[in-house]
Every structure is written in C-alpha cells, then in structure tokens.
C-alpha cells in the first residue's frame, strides 16, 4: 500500500520492493489506482511508476487497481447536508467507486488464493455521476442535495479555504478533473464502454452501491 505522501510514494514503493525481493517473498500484491496506465490525473504518476518497476523487479506480483473509495463521498456527508450541496470538477463523468471493505476483500482473496500471480485487475464499483450521487443523497436523507460543478481552480481554493492542506486540495481537485476525463471508470478490457468487473469476480458478491453506503453511514449515525 502507498505511502501518504504525494511526491514519496514511488520512493518507498520502490524501497520496499527491494527489500522483499532480498528475503524472496512469494508474491507481492500492490494497490494502485484504477487506469494507472493511462489515466493523466497526478495521483497516477507514482502508481505507474511503481507498476513498472515492480513488473521489471522479477517478484511474482499481482496489481490490484482500485477504484475511488465510496468513503471519499460519505465522509463528507455532514458538510453536504449542512450546505445542502455536493461539490466537484468532475462534470458528468462516471466513477466506479467501491467500499474499503470491497477493496480489502478483494486484496484477501489474491493474497490467499492461487491463479492470480502476473494479473493487473481493475476493480470498482456500479458507476455513477457526481449529479446521480447528489440524487441518491437527496433520496437517502430526505432532503435535497444539488451537485454544484466547479473549475478546478476555484475548487481547490474551496477545499483549502476548508482547511485542506494546499497539496491534498491541489490532488483532490485534480483527481476530479480526471474523473471528468474518464480516468476514474474501471472499463473493461474487451468493451471500451462496458464497466470491468473484475472486483465482483474477485469478492464473489456485488460491490457495495452508493445507496447502500449513504443508508449505512446513516444507519450508524441514528443508532448513536
């Protein structure tokens, strides 16, 4: 798993590489980021470059590309039903996020299960638009939520006017002009415009919704 750090990530990814490939480890299964072959937002920059030192290492290794976290959407559930507002750069692109649990089973089943050294596996969830997302919020909570979309410059000046350090609002901004771009659907290999389901492959079950994350974050909220 990556550091926190943007701009060290690919130096302790590489660190870390190494020192398994000494002791000779089994397999190495790394968690990188949906589309990191392509995908231009600066998040995926590190990603690659670890997958490409990682394949050119010789440890038997298995990439799991996860997709956006659901979490990056609930966490923020508070400040959105205070502002009754979502607010983004992401425009009508589609993201295929996930839960952590999702993803963690996911990192279980190649971890523990034999077949699946050598694979790069894109992994997300049911796709949706951050307008969709404010929809199901509304539906949820019983009051409506407007999706707001910004330009990127005037969303990073938003999230650090909120306290964000400068770095992770710049990150997050962008990670949302390449979810506008594309970057943060998990298309299938065979069919440009088909979503990849190779998480539901992997965990044996559907990949929790965003209804069902927004219904269960409320669920804990009212039971305490």
């Known amino acids: 798993m990556s550091t926190t ?4 990530r690919f130096d302790n990814a590489r660190n870390a590489i190494d020192a ?3 002791v000779g480890v089994s397999r190495v299964v790394y968690t990188s980021i949906v589309n990191a072959a392509t995908a231009r937002m600066a998040l995926a920059d590190e990603h690659r470059r670890t997958e490409d030192y990682l394949r050119g290492n010789g ?18 559930l508070p400040v959105i039903t205070r502002y009754h507002a979502l607010l983004g750069s992401a425009r009508d692109g589609l993201v295929s996020a996930a839960s ?28 949706f638009t951050l307008t969709e997302l404010a929809a199901t919020i509304s539906d949820v909570l019983g009051t409506h939520i407007a999706y707001r979309d910004m330009p990127v410059t005037d969303y990073t000046a938003t999230l650090t006017a909120a306290g ?21 659907f998990t298309a299938s290999d065979d069919l ?20 069902e994350a927004i219904q269960n974050v409320t669920a804990i909220g009212e039971s305490r």
């Open 100 to 127: 952590r649990r999702d993803y963690a089973a996911a990192a279980v089943a190649v971890l523990t299960q034999d077949g699946h050294l050598g694979a790069t596996y894109e992994l997300g969830g049911t796709p």
């Open 59 to 76: 440890v038997p290794f298995v990439v799991l590309r996860n997709g956006w976290y659901l979490e990056n959407y609930t966490d923020q």
């Open 192 to 211: 440009l415009f088909t979503a990849s389901d190779d998480l539901v492959t992997l965990i044996g079950r559907p990949a929790t919704t965003a209804r």
């Open 5 to 8: 750090t943007v701009g060290e």
């Open 164 to 184: 964000l350090p400068a770095e992770m609002a710049a990150a997050v901004a962008d990670a949302d002009a390449g979810l506008a771009r594309g970057e943060l």
């Open 20 to 22: 398994v490939a000494r």
